[in-house]
């Protein structure tokens, strides 16, 4: 999943694509979603020390990032399905899954 990128809006995984298969279309990557800053999730990310050698961030930031697009509030089941795809050797997911349901106000921040 650390190949991840967004593709209209949707994740998929840009080592799959084809350059040719993107013409016209609105590629997005981890940098791209912020604006003024990090955004919401990256900041809850970032505050509850979610990750610790960053390889799979880009990916799971991304996953995260269009799960809260089409449900601003998910289940920790569906955290969980959305970031599946994304490989995670350090932290055993609970960190990043607890920080995604902060950041959709479903969890204590602190």
Known sequence: GSCTVLLDGRTVRSCLVLAVEVDGHDVTTVEGIEHDGLTALQETLVELSSFQCGFCAPGIVLAAHELLDHEPHPTRRQVQEAISGNLCRCTGYEPIIDA??????????S
């Open 100 to 109: 995604v349901l902060a950041a959709a106000g479903q969890g204590d921040a």
